[in-house]
């Protein structure tokens, strides 16, 4: 039956050792315990996740984990830091106040350009001392540099990165810090990040149709499709659609992007509008529209939404189904 999730494994692989190192990749994107076992044999020394549910169900494969954002401390953030080695994200001493008791390090999220959370450099000092004030285990900072995600703009984000976490390094050194940990990286701009001790791309496993756009990689990099059957065609508008909408794909669709999705294997063809279960295909001219019942594989604007809209996926070697895996962390939001 199709919508189906499908992820072609010797490409999985082939991202995954790929990608240079230092790592500590962000889980998110796939929430699958097989795929982190792979991540962590491949070299990676640690994983990064959004969330304390992700972290819960992570913990089961890794001893070292990273929430990076700025948490508001709880019971379960406790029992969780008693489990394994824990680091956390932190803008705020009003957070920090809240870690006090957690046997947790803590990370000064830095805003390098992304203007979402963080602090800027500026701040970071005063941020800092009131944080060893309070006794806590202050072990580095770090940055998203999302601002990664436009059209030419990766170079200049790492460049971004490399200031902030460069003058963080001097600083956190001066107040006593003597090797801070300096978290950075997107996938787009990790290849060009320089200064970070530890990156943590997350999308590059799959790849998807963004990152096809930004040009991180080619058609050959896509690891994770939606397979999708024809269901009905427009020889008068030369479109067909499929079944696969919003439900499954996500409806991300940045304003530089050419469509909500492209197709493996037709690489001028888009998608041009979606429904909930349904997605409108603008067919290249020229090309003969696919038969009804016939199966397409899409390649969605943004992988992370789509791993939380299924409960499995299907694992394909040699073109044909090897195994399934369960999306261990779906909905741990």
């Given at each position: ?21 230092p790592l500590r990749p962000h889980v998110k994107t796939h929430k699958i315990l097989e795929i982190a076992r792979r991540q962590l044999a491949a070299g990676a ?189 427009r020889e008068d508008l030369h479109q067909v659609i499929v079944v696969a909408g919003s439900k499954i794909l996500g409806s991300d669709r940045p304003a530089w ?23 409108t295909v603008a067919w290249p001219a020229g090309e003969r529209l696919p038969a009804i019942g016939a199966e397409l594989a899409v390649v969605p604007n943004h ?31």
């Amino acid at each position: 039956m199709t919508p189906t999730v499908r992820i072609d494994l010797a490409r999985l692989d082939a991202n995954i050792a790929a990608q240079p190192g230092p790592l500590r990749p962000h889980v998110k994107t796939h929430k699958i315990l097989e795929i982190a076992r792979r991540q962590l044999a491949a070299g990676a020394h640690g994983l990064t996740v959004a969330t304390i549910g992700e972290a819960e169900v992570f913990a089961e494969v890794c001893g070292d984990l990273f929430i990076a954002y700025p948490v508001w401390a709880d019971k379960r953030l406790r029992a969780l830091a008693a489990r394994v080695r824990l680091s956390v994200g932190c803008d705020s001493l009003a957070a920090a106040e809240r870690l006090v008791g957690v046997p947790a390090g803590v990370l000064i999220e830095l805003d390098s350009g992304h203007h979402r959370s963080g602090v800027p450099v500026s701040r970071l000092e005063e941020l800092a001392r009131g944080i060893q004030d309070l006794g806590l285990d202050l072990q580095g900072a770090f940055t998203f540099p999302g601002h990664s995600y436009a059209p030419g703009a990766q170079e200049q984000a790492a460049r971004d990165e490399d200031q902030a976490l460069r003058a963080a390094g001097e600083i956190l050194r001066a107040l006593g810090v003597p090797e801070p940990v300096l978290s950075g990286g997107s996938t787009p701009s990790a290849r060009y990040s320089r200064v970070a001790t530890e990156r943590r791309p997350g999308v590059y496993v799959f790849n998807d149709a963004q990152q096809l756009e930004l040009g991180t990689c080619d058609w050959s990099g896509i690891a994770l499709t939606v397979a999708a059957r024809v269901v009905s065609r427009r020889e008068d508008l030369h479109q067909v659609i499929v079944v696969a909408g919003s439900k499954i794909l996500g409806s991300d669709r940045p304003a530089w992007a050419s469509g909500y999705g492209r197709i493996k294997g037709m690489a001028d063809a888009r998608i041009t509008a979606l429904s909930e279960h349904h997605a409108t295909v603008a067919w290249p001219a020229g090309e003969r529209l696919p038969a009804i019942g016939a199966e397409l594989a899409v390649v969605p604007n943004h992988v992370c939404l789509v791993l939380n809209l299924v409960d499995e996926v299907e694992v394909v070697s040699g073109g044909r189904v090897v195994e399934r895996w369960q999306v261990a962390a779906r909905g741990r939001n």
